[in-house]
């Protein structure tokens, strides 16, 4: 079985962040101007901090592509950090509530929580950006696309259909904050605002839309093989994340089967050409895909790094204290979405190469032809 993986690694402010990319197969025309774009777009959104003013993120590519081509090895991926200073920050003894400083602490015995924070840092995720960039590329190959959009800012949401890919694209990049509701988005700027003004952040809901992918990827047979559960993990390793959901999700709950469940009608083509009334299955039955548009939506908290600091302990006198505070965003939502998608499109190239696995990219369009036709 072919097998497509990832790591990255480096630290807030190291030197660099880095991903290596496993098992992506030859031949892919490789463009470090699309995941350049991503990384640029993870830079942006209304209520990011100074931070993003000193990063100019672009990806440097150290391995596994030759003459503009994959060549099957192992693709090594850096991004600079301009902000270096590791040696010169002070350590932290006061873990804030909801990072992983106190926790990250107690596992691995550090007195201070700088090396924890330096890790778990949302820096990182420039990381999975480069590497659901190089995923994106493999399954544009065969036709697919994968979309993600802000649903809503703390208590502000919104309820939006995405048709054509183009047109949500289009209105996606007009918003400060990649929702697809201009109503919306200066609500949203104005809770921003007002969470900002008291020390205060929040979290929120994005959405990701893969359209294209083909029934039958994933399966039902084994419990790690399920596709919704590589999904719903991919999201839930993204910092700060506290829910997943696939099509109506936590919403299926609380309705009767009668209403959940998508009716099956006829069509052309055999099994592969029946359709379906409704989605609300978000493109997954049984951990398989069944060639519809798969939705999953991802929960973010609000950032853990408080303005207005809550109640915590100084590690070094076990006496109480103010949390400790870093330069950091008041709301980070459009950024996770830009994550959210690229965590989606390795999954799906996971699954691709897991179905139509070859040690090329025209040996997969083989593979791909036999499974699926066309």
């Not at 047109?167 to 007009?174: D, T």
């Not at 399966?219 to 991919?234: E, F, I, K, T």
């Not at 055999?270 to 519809?292: D, I, M, Y």
């Not at 006198?317 to 994550?339: F, K, M, N, Q, W």
Request: glycine share 14%; charged share 25%.
């Amino acid at each position: 079985m072919s097998t497509l993986s990832y790591r990255t690694a480096g630290e807030s402010h190291g030197p660099c962040i880095c991903a290596l990319v496993e098992g992506f197969p030859a031949g892919v025309t490789f463009s470090a101007d699309a995941i350049d774009a991503e990384l640029k777009r993870r830079q942006r959104g209304y209520g990011r901090g100074d931070r993003m003013k000193l990063e100019s993120d672009c990806v440097k590519v150290l391995s596994g592509v030759m003459e503009g081509k994959t060549i099957g090895s192992p693709i090594l991926l850096l991004v600079e950090n301009a902000d270096a200073t590791l040696s010169e920050k002070p350590p932290v003894v006061c873990p804030r509530p909801g990072h992983a400083d106190l926790a990250g602490m107690i596992k691995y015995g550090f007195d201070q929580a700088r090396p924890v924070l330096e890790r778990a840092s949302a820096r990182g995720t420039a990381g999975q950006v480069a590497a659901g960039g190089v995923a994106s590329l493999l399954l544009g190959e065969f036709g697919i696309e994968v979309f993600a959009y802000v649903v809503s800012v703390g208590d502000v949401d919104t309820d939006i259909s995405v048709g054509d890919l183009d047109a949500a694209r289009k209105e996606r990049e007009g918003s400060e904050l990649y929702c697809l509701d201009a109503d919306a988005t200066q609500r949203m700027k104005q809770a921003i605002d007002r969470a900002r003004d008291a020390g205060d952040t929040l979290g929120g809901v994005f959405e990701v839309i893969v359209r294209g992918a083909p029934a039958g990827l994933g399966s039902y047979v084994a419990a790690d093989r399920r596709l919704d559960g590589w999904l719903a993990g991919a999201l839930m390793a993204i910092p700060a994340m506290k829910g997943v959901e696939i099509g109506l999700g936590f919403g299926a709950a609380g309705q009767p089967g009668s209403k959940v469940h998508d009716p099956i009608e006829p069509g052309d083509g055999g099994l592969r050409g029946l359709k379906r009334r409704s989605n609300n299955a978000g493109g997954l039955e049984g951990g398989v895909t069944n060639g519809q548009d798969i939705v999953v939506r991802g929960a973010m908290k609000p950032i853990s790094t408080l303005m207005q600091p809550l109640a915590s302990v100084d590690v070094t006198t076990g006496l109480p204290a103010g949390a400790s505070t870093e330069r950091s965003d008041v709301c980070a939502v459009p950024a996770a979405s830009v994550v959210g998608q690229a965590e989606v499109a390795f999954q799906i190239a996971r699954a691709l190469v897991e179905k139509c696995g070859g040690d090329s990219l025209s040996e997969m369009k083989r593979n791909h032809r036999g499974c699926f036709g066309g």
